[in-house]
């Protein structure tokens, strides 16, 4: 299974870091084939990668399971018409909840609690995918569907 995931920034917060330290990890052990990680902006990250890193204009030319940290760019990936199965990592600092009504059914929601799980529900009527707490549960979920 090739796994992706589409982020903002390459910048070096805590949560990127956290996220090059976890994709690092899974490219060492067989639980997927491939690692991506697409992105709008270059910047420093003190992490080295040992996977795949690619401009978000690449996304066209993957095939697997793509995970969207934010709403604009789960609807930009799903305006991609290409063989991956998108799915959307919720995040709190989404603020537009008119982007999250407007969030395609046939694009699983991931959430991080179930006090986000609940809330999702709440503005959208769409049930969570799956709640996870990391990378490894996120591939658990996408590797299930």
Same mark, same amino acid.
């Given at each position: 299974?090739?796994?992706?995931?589409?982020?903002?920034?390459?910048?070096?917060?805590?949560?990127?870091?956290?996220?090059?330290?976890?994709?690092?990890?899974?490219?060492?052990?067989?639980?997927?084939?491939?690692?991506?990680?697409?992105?709008?902006?270059?910047?420093?990250?003190?992490?080295?990668?040992?996977?795949?890193?690619?401009?978000?204009?690449?996304?066209?030319?993957? &095939?697997?399971?793509?995970? !969207?940290? =934010?709403?604009?760019? *789960?609807?930009?990936?799903?305006? +991609?018409?290409? #063989?991956?199965?998108?799915?959307?990592?919720?995040?709190?600092?989404?603020?537009?909840?008119?982007?999250?009504?407007?969030?395609?059914? &046939?694009?699983?929601?991931? !959430?991080? =609690?179930?006090?986000? *799980?609940?809330?999702?529900?709440? +503005?959208?009527? #769409?049930?969570?995918?799956?709640?996870?707490?990391?990378?490894?549960?996120?591939?658990?979920?996408?590797?299930?569907?």
């Amino acid at each position: 299974m090739n796994i992706g995931f589409y982020i903002d920034s390459l910048k070096g917060e805590p949560e990127t870091v956290d996220l090059y330290q976890s994709l690092n990890r899974l490219t060492e052990s067989d639980e997927v084939s491939d690692v991506s990680l697409f992105y709008n902006a270059a910047d420093f990250n003190p992490e080295q990668p040992k996977f795949g890193l690619f401009n978000s204009t690449e996304i066209w030319c993957f &095939t697997g399971a793509l995970v !969207a940290t =934010t709403l604009a760019n *789960a609807s930009i990936a799903n305006n +991609v018409i290409n #063989k991956f199965k998108l799915y959307y990592l919720y995040n709190k600092n989404d603020k537009d909840i008119f982007q999250l009504i407007s969030l395609p059914k &046939t694009v699983p929601i991931l !959430a991080k =609690t179930e006090e986000d *799980a609940q809330y999702i529900f709440r +503005v959208s009527g #769409k049930p969570v995918h799956s709640i996870v707490n990391n990378v490894e549960e996120i591939i658990g979920a996408v590797k299930n569907d």
